[in-house]
């Protein structure tokens, strides 16, 4: 099993690496955003619950999140492993899924941790569009699609984040600070953190996560 976690501050990169790197491992990408957006979208009581929290960049309170995950990594698709992308953001929710982990005799491969400074995470995400119904990740002029607007890999709409205000960015790496940043000790800790340089451009990311992987494989 390849069993991997993206860590990162917002705009590091993590969505945009996940494809590549699902693809290769034949692992899912896991983004518990990503979920979350599906869930305000269709409107569901998780949804609702949800909303408030992202809009103001504030962290979703961690009971709504640990369970969904889960209850994710149970599913069929999870059986070569999985790459999770934002979660965990606590050290609440690593503590909570180490215990899950060790009760299902899993363990992680490995955690990434792209590293950007906050100059460059504010103009990513400023310039940043999203594909509404795949998530891929754009960047008005760092990676455009191919024809505005429009999603290269799957046609749906490219659209502007909820939370990417400038506001909204800026509360975002600050609570990243506090409660995400404490996971880079505890994950050194246990020997299975990798940092990379998330400010290289996308192959060159790309292919060091690739040989981190490899060398704990
Ligand atoms: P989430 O969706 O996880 O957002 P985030 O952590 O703020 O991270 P982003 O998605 O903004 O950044 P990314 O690293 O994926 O960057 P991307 O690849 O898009 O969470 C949203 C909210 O949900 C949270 O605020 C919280 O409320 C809630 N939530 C989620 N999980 C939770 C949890 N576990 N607990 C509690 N609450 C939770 O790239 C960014 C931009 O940069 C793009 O424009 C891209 O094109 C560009 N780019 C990427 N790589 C490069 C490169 N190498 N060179 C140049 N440009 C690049
Ligand atoms: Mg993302
Ligand atoms: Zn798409």
Redesign the pocket.
């Known amino acids: 099993m390849v069993n991997l976690v993206l860590l990162?501050p917002?705009?590091?990169?993590?969505?945009?690496q996940a494809a590549g790197i699902a693809k290769k491992y034949d692992i899912p990408h896991i983004?518990?955003?990503?979920i979350?957006r599906k869930n305000i979208k269709e409107k569901t009581p998780l949804g609702e619950r949800a909303k408030s929290?992202?809009d103001r960049?504030?962290?979703?309170p961690d009971e709504l999140?640990i369970e969904l995950v889960e209850d994710r990594l149970t599913e069929p698709d999870c059986k070569n492993g999985f790459l999770l992308?934002?979660?965990?953001?606590?050290v609440f929710?690593a503590e909570e899924f180490d215990k899950f982990l060790n009760e299902n005799g899993m363990n992680i491969t490995k955690v990434i941790n792209l590293d950007v400074e906050a100059d460059e995470l504010v103009n990513?995400?400023s310039?940043?569009r999203v594909c509404e119904s795949c998530g891929a990740?754009?960047?008005v002029k760092?990676?455009p699609p191919k024809k505005e607007g429009v999603c290269d890999t799957c046609g749906g709409n490219v659209i502007q984040r909820a939370?990417d205000t400038k506001e909204t960015v800026l509360n975002?790496i600050n609570v990243y600070n506090d409660s995400t940043r404490p996971l880079i000790d505890y994950y050194d800790k246990t020997g299975t953190l990798v940092t990379l340089d998330?400010a290289?451009?996308?192959e060159n990311?790309f292919n060091s996560i690739i040989k981190a992987v490899g060398e704990a494989l």
Do not use: C
């Not at 917002?10 to 945009?16: L, Q, S, V, Y």
């Open positions: 990162g917002p705009g590091a990169g993590k969505g945009t983004s518990t955003g990503d979350f929290y992202m960049g504030e962290l979703v999140v992308d934002g979660f965990p953001r606590t929710q990513r995400l310039g940043r990740s754009y960047h760092n990676i939370d975002r998330g290289a451009g996308l990311v």
